[in-house]
């Protein structure tokens, strides 16, 4: 794979919507996105779901007025909305998502928002469900999906071999789980 040096004139193609230039964005940054999700991802289904996630968000910030200030900087860019949406997917818990719909329409801005207010409604009853949880299980979960902190740091902070911490692990997802289904019926 050969890497790209980005420049205004680019994004400004990809800001007017030149199909050639977005076919390249797609076919450029979806490679590197795929090589980076299938390393944080046991889902095929859940990276590509991401992928384009990323692609919407990215779209979406380069087509806005003040759109991207540092087009040189696209590519770390692109890398920290996947970072930021692969937080999401972990906080909200969506690890088998609905198959996506094999054919794309055209842009459609009201399923845009209606994903979104979705997207918030998801985050905060999961946040409202780890706020009711026993603080050990809200401590081990934060770690884990927020904070990603390795499991021998987790251990070491609470005091228990990795054994253990699997544990307890499988215990705090089964109360979230419990809670989860009780506030949202899902």
Not at 126 to 145: D, F, G, I, K, M
Not at 178 to 185: D, F, I, N, P
Request: proline letters at 3%; charged letters at 35%.
């Amino acid at each position: 794979m050969q890497f790209v040096n980005f420049d205004l004139a680019y994004v400004q193609r990809l800001s007017a919507g030149d199909s050639d230039t977005e076919r390249h964005f797609v076919a450029y940054f979806g490679e590197l996105l795929g090589i980076k999700l299938r390393a944080r991802v046991r889902s095929a289904q859940l990276v590509e779901e991401i992928r384009q996630e990323v692609f919407l968000r990215t779209f979406r910030l380069i087509r806005r007025p003040d759109g991207i200030r540092q087009p040189e900087r696209l590519g770390p860019l692109v890398n920290s909305i996947c970072d930021n949406v692969v937080l999401e997917f972990r906080r909200a818990g969506d690890r088998d998502p609905a198959p996506l719909d094999e054919k794309f329409d055209t842009r459609d801005d009201a399923v845009d928002v209606e994903t979104e207010l979705l997207s918030v409604e998801s985050s905060t009853a999961v946040r409202h469900v780890l706020e009711t949880l026993p603080r050990r299980e809200q401590l081990l979960l934060r770690a884990v999906y927020f904070d990603e902190k390795q499991r021998d740091q987790i251990c070491r902070e609470q005091g228990v071999d990795r054994e253990y911490l699997r544990v307890l692990l499988h215990r705090a997802r089964l109360i979230f789980k419990a809670k989860y289904v009780e506030l949202t019926g899902k």
